[in-house]
């Protein structure tokens, strides 16, 4: 390794997106995503024995397209996400990993996707363990497809979770209720696009969970809300729709994490997660909170990226967090 200068290729594949990226200095060098979505557009939704097929073919030249010009024996250590996600797509990555590292006698980080999600909130700052001891005590919030979730940071790399949906992600109430109105798979863009044509204050769904004395969310309840609502008004305004639903679900968000961060005195709110990259969601926790500092993961690192576990095996390499091929395995349930 060359003087305060480290490489790091980060390798993603928890999900649908085969992904690989290198960071250099704390800096996206290369940010590659070999998206399986057009497979999963065809069935409504993620087959999981589809995308571990897929993140077969795809990995090697996705590694290869973020290295670039760099050789495999350039790099200072290997960052890949151990979970969560599904085991038939988490152990292309890890195996891949694993492989290389062992091949190449290089150190190895195992990352929680979820870290990967709020840590790219940091993608733009000094990252070091230094700055991020600045902005603590911290809350994070992971709005995506699969999670939603709250955890108080502390101390670096240490997180409590204080928080989380008990039955739907948010991701998953826009993924199902954009299905509701007709709308393409992924739902949240397409629904959150539409949503811009409607007025946000058409309907008063349910913003399940709200008045309730904890950290936790609800969404099923709302998806329920709305299929009974276009069953009995099936000419309602799908913008007008739209747009209400998107601010039932960015009010929750925007008033539980307002809250918590209140509660527990912290100085700085991250946000991360696919979720994140809704426009409504972004502008209303800039408005909503002048107490606390916001720092938001740039729109192309809010869905899945391999650029987010770099930037978060980066911040863990200088802190001389790193493992050995031998202890890295796949966890579809990894906890924070
Ligand atoms: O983080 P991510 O890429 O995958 C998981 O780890 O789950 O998040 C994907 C989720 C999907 O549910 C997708 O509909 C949602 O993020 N999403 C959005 C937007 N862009 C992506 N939801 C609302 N508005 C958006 N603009
Ligand atoms: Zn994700």
Request: net charge positive; aromatic share 8%; hydrophobic share 45%.
């Amino acid at each position: 390794m060359k003087p305060g200068i480290a490489t790091i290729l980060g390798i993603e594949t928890s999900c649908d997106e085969t992904a690989a990226s290198v960071v250099v200095d704390g800096k996206i060098i290369s940010n590659i995503i070999g998206s399986s979505e057009g497979l999963h557009a065809k069935t409504g939704g993620i087959v999981p024995e589809v995308a571990a097929r897929a993140h077969v073919e795809k990995i090697i030249p996705v590694i290869q397209e973020a290295l670039g010009n760099r050789k495999l024996e350039d790099i200072d250590a290997i960052a890949v996400t151990t979970g969560p996600g599904l085991f038939g797509s988490l152990i292309i990555g890890t195996e891949t990993a694993k492989t290389l590292a062992y091949m190449f006698k290089k150190p190895i980080i195992g990352i929680n996707h979820l870290e990967g999600h709020f840590l790219s909130a940091l993608a733009d700052k000094p990252l070091t363990t230094n700055y991020y001891t600045t902005i603590l005590p911290a809350l994070a919030l992971i709005v995506s497809g699969g999670h939603t979730e709250l955890l108080l940071i502390k101390k670096p790399f240490e997180y409590k979770v204080i928080g989380r949906t008990r039955d739907d992600a948010a991701g998953e109430a826009f993924d199902k209720i954009a299905k509701l109105l007709g709308l393409p798979y992924p739902g949240g863009p397409h629904l959150s696009q539409l949503a811009k044509e409607g007025n946000s204050k058409a309907f008063d769904f349910p913003r399940g969970m709200s008045g309730e004395d904890n950290f936790d969310f609800s969404f099923s309840g709302l998806k329920t809300a709305v299929l009974y609502f276009l069953r009995k008004y099936p000419k309602a305004n799908k913008a007008d729709v739209a747009a209400s639903v998107q601010e039932a679900i960015v009010d929750v968000l925007v008033k539980k994490a307002t809250r918590a961060a209140g509660y527990f005195g912290v100085k700085t709110i991250l946000l991360g997660g696919g979720v994140v990259a809704n426009e409504h969601l972004r502008s209303r926790f800039i408005i909503h909170n002048s107490l606390f500092k916001i720092l938001i993961a740039p729109p192309a690192l809010t869905t899945d990226n391999a650029a987010m576990i770099a930037l978060a095996g980066y911040l863990r390499f200088m802190a001389g967090k790193t493992d050995s091929w031998y202890n890295i395995k796949a966890n579809p349930n990894l906890k924070l």
